[in-house]
Structures are given as structure tokens and as C-alpha cells.
């Protein structure tokens, strides 16, 4: 699972433990696996049609939903996708990780584009409580669309307790998988967001001036609008030098294995694999945008040229003593993103919003 479903599953499977007393209905538009019922108190309904298009998503959200919510007599509808229902008579928790079709509305399809700008605000306007998950997409959807602040409650992302730093040997151990050579780690869908074009420039540039024996290798599946990307690697000076990996399900061992990773999103709400990297003692070179110097303070190197991405880049890999202290720092930095917390954030919200509507 990628950002958005990540957050839903690991904020619902501890949510029903710490509300056993509550009963959870959870609605699925296909036959869920075992692992999304995550206890007793748990039930589900699969509803037809399928949302898998911008032009069901009224059906569901604006007639379904509110059947549902009636058969089972609900007190408090949750949905953490950008979406809710204008037509439920009880409280709404939405989850907005960010305003990205706001800012850069050609990285998204026509269709759900179009909701987003015809639905977004009235949704917003409705709920009960809007979560996000930094300070600055809190900023970005108070200034946006005038939500009061009060209103809005930033819950971060956690990291998997998988995620830890990795012996030289295990380190070698994956290195030998792919091509035993070091590598700078790309993580990420392949989409114009993730700014990977500037990734190629840097590497090719730090290559053509460094002696260096890395390689770039790019972990995530191929989302939208990537062909542009891959004739980049393709042109490169250095494109022998280059690994798709694709997507990778189980990937800590890859992350815990780099030199360094780099993160030159032009847009995040979070930026997930920082704090991966991070937690696994991994170098971070950020982009110096949006939420990257919240998430990841002063512990990784920001960067706003590809003549910083080089220096970074050079100082990574020759200043081991800057490299150890801003790893270990980061380290510990990386504990205060800690999903256990964040679940206990969101139940707290749900209990102050059963006390304002008894």
C-alpha cells in the first residue's frame, strides 16, 4: 500500500482496539482480505457499484453512504481520501493529506481533477473535523479554503517498527542483489511530482565531476505522465547507471542499504520516505519545499539547486563524521513519528466529537 491507504490501515487497525466497546463498519466496494478486519468489533459491507471513477463517487458518497450510515445507525462517518458525503445528517471525520490538484492540477486525470474542484469545498465546509497530516498542509487548506483552524487537527504518519538501521553485512548482503555497487535511493511512484528529472540531472552531473562508483536506483511503481521520465534516463550520460526497480513490496532492507536517500519532490502533504529513511539512519537530501523541513528538520540536507544536490551528494560520501552525527540525530528524531501515538490523536478527536453531539 502506497501514502493514503498506508494511513487509513494503520490508523483503523489500532483505532478499533483502543474503541472496543464501539462497533466499526468498514465499506469496501470489492470482497475485502482477511487483514482489513482487524477485530471482533470490526464488520464490513461491500457496496456496488465499484468507485473506481470520478463519476460514481457522488452515487457512493452522496447515496449510499448515507444508507449505510442509517441501516447501521451510525454516530460518525470517517473517511480519510479527500472525500465525504453532502448528504449525512451526523458528524464527518475527512482525511486531507494534501492540496496537490490546487497547486499542480495537470498531475492529476481530468475526471477526479474535476471533483476535487467541484466537491472539495463543500466537503470541507461539512465536516466535523478535517485531518491532515502537517502543519503546512494545515496552512495550505486554512488558507485555501478558509476552514477555521480550530477545526482542522494535524495527526502525523508513523513509521513501521521494520524500519531500523542495518549491519555492514546486511548492507553488502543487498548491495550483492543489485549489481553489488553503493547507491543513491530514489523511493517513490514515477510521476512529474517526485521531480526525478532534477534527481538524473544531479547524479549525472556529480558522476561526470566525482569518482565515483554509485548508482541511481529508483523504487516505486510507474503511476502517470512517466514516459518523459524514463527517455531522461534513457539519455542520460550515465543511464547504465540507472535501476528501475519497479515496486517493491518489502522494502527495508533496500532503504536501511543506501548511501544516501534523495527526495526532490516538488510537492508533499508528508513525504513518507524521509522519515524511512531516517529511521534507518539512511542520509536524507530533501528539496527545501513545502512540508520537507517540518518532517525533517534540521537532520537532513535541504536543498534548493542541483548545485546543492551535488554538494550534498559529495558531502555524504566523503564526510563520514557529518554523515554519522546527522544520521544518529535523525535517528531519533524519526521516533516522534510513531503511528501507536497518532492512532491515539484520532481517537481522541473522535471522543471530543461524540461529547459535542450528545
Known amino acids: 500500500m502506497e501514502g493514503i491507504g498506508n494511513y487509513t490501515f494503520e490508523i483503523l487497525k489500532r483505532l478499533v482496539l483502543l474503541r472496543p466497546n464501539d462497533k466499526f463498519v468498514f465499506l469496501f466496494d470489492k470482497q ?4 482489513f478486519l482487524f477485530a471482533n468489533n470490526v464488520s464490513y459491507e461491500v457496496i456496488f457499484p465499484p468507485a473506481r471513477h470520478a463519476l460514481l463517487y457522488d ?3 452522496n447515496i449510499l453512504v448515507p444508507y449505510q450510515a442509517k441501516k447501521h445507525k451510525s454516530d460518525i462517518f470517517i473517511s480519510l481520501d479527500h472525500m465525504g458525503s453532502l448528504r449525512l445528517q451526523i458528524p464527518q471525520i475527512i482525511g486531507i493529506h494534501d492540496l496537490s490538484f490546487i497547486h499542480y492540477p495537470n498531475w492529476i486525470d481530468f475526471w477526479n481533477r474535476k471533483y476535487m474542484q467541484l466537491r472539495l469545498s463543500k466537503v470541507i465546509d461539512k465536516a466535523s473535523k478535517v485531518i491532515t497530516v502537517s502543519e503546512y498542509s494545515k ?31 546486511e548492507q553488502n548482503q543487498v548491495r550483492s542483489q543489485l549489481g553489488n555497487r553503493p547507491y543513491f535511493l530514489v523511493l517513490g511512484a514515477i510521476h512529474p511530482r517526485k521531480n526525478i528529472t532534477d534527481v538524473i540531472d544531479a547524479f549525472d552531473s556529480f558522476k561526470a565531476t566525482h569518482k565515483s562508483n554509485h548508482v541511481l536506483v529508483l523504487v516505486g511503481r510507474k ?3 512517466y514516459k518523459s521520465i524514463f527517455k531522461k534516463i534513457e539519455n542520460a550520460k550515465f543511464s547504465e547507471d540507472i ?13 536501511a542499504a543506501a548511501t544516501s536517500l534523495i527526495f526532490l ?17 539512511v542520509p536524507v537530501i530533501a528539496s527545501n519545499k513545502t512540508c520537507h523541513p517540518e518532517i525533517g528538520g534540521k537532520h537532513v540536507w535541504l536543498t534548493n539547486s542541483t548545485k546543492e544536490v551535488i554538494n550534498s551528494l559529495h558531502q555524504i560520501c566523503s564526510n563520514n563524521s557529518l554523515v554519522e552525527t546527522k544520521s544518529k540525530h535523525g535517528l531519533e528524531w524519526s521516533y516522534k513519528y510513531d503511528w501507536d501515538y497518532s492512532a491515539r490523536q ?13
Open 265 to 281: 519532490s516538488k510537492y508533499e502533504g508528508f513525504g513518507v520516505p524521509i522519515i524511512e529513511a531516517l529511521r534507518c539512519g
Open 139 to 169: 496552512k495550505d487548506i486554512v488558507n485555501t479554503y478558509g476552514k477555521p483552524s480550530q477545526d482542522i487537527e494535524v495527526i502525523y504518519n508513523g513509521v513501521s517498527n521494520e524500519l531500523c538501521p542495518i549491519s555492514p553485512q
Open 346 to 358: 484520532f481517537n481522541k478527536v473522535i471522543s471530543n466529537i461524540k461529547t459535542d453531539h450528545r
Open 223 to 225: 503511476a502517470w505522465k
Open 59 to 61: 452515487i457512493w458518497f
Open 243 to 255: 535501476k528501475h526497480l519497479g515496486y517493491v513490496e518489502n522494502i527495508y532492507k533496500i532503504i
Open 32 to 35: 475485502p482480505e482477511p487483514k
